[in-house]
């Protein structure tokens, strides 16, 4: 029941936050690509959080979880909808029998390795993986080899995320819209490298 009012909290705080940056996420979009990221993500999230207030309430931490997914897949188009939504959908088995310390780790991973998957997009190719690379690394690392309670593995992961927003800006697009500007996407931010660091703001916030 806690885990489940977790979830629910976690939605919130992500749909308030897209909601409140979608003027922002859509500027980004709008420099080097098709200028609805914003509001791709905030139609996405309050459709979520619509959809997740319905759920069953025997629903598992990894059901509810796969929900998101499942809505950010039917809500949200383009590049960000099946990279986003198909992903999380996928790595909610990892939640299946509860959020620990563990199976996050392994939600993590297996959240990342299927962003790379759909996407085809390695480290460097100025999209959301640049952030989410460095934060799943970090992440792992903080709670297996350093033993850190979760809460201080996420806020070090939320750190390297950011650091792997702005890692994003003078790189040359390699994949989806942005790449078709070719060497004039250098010096931009990437829209889904910044939302995937406040969705992980807000992940965190909710932990705290
Ligand atoms: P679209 O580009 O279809 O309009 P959005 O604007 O919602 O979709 O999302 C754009 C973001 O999606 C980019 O900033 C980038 O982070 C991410 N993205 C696009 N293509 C890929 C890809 N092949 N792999 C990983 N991320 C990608
Ligand atoms: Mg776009
Ligand atoms: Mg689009």
Redesign the pocket.
Known sequence: ETQRAAVIAAVERVADRMTAEKTYLTE??SA???A??GA??ARGFEAVREKIADADADADPGDLVKTVGVTLISE??????P?YGGSIMSASTELADGITAESSVAFAEAYLAK??D????ELG?????DALTPAVHTYKKSIETDDLPPLEALAKAVDAAERGVNYTVPLRAQ????SYLGWRSVGHQ????TS?LFIMEELLATAE
């Open positions: 980004l979009d080097i690509g098709d609805d990221h791709n993500m949200v188009g383009g590049a960000s909808g990279l962003v790379k759909r996407g085809g997009a190719a100025k999209t959301m993986v994949k989806g819209r942005a990437d829209p889904g490298a995937t």
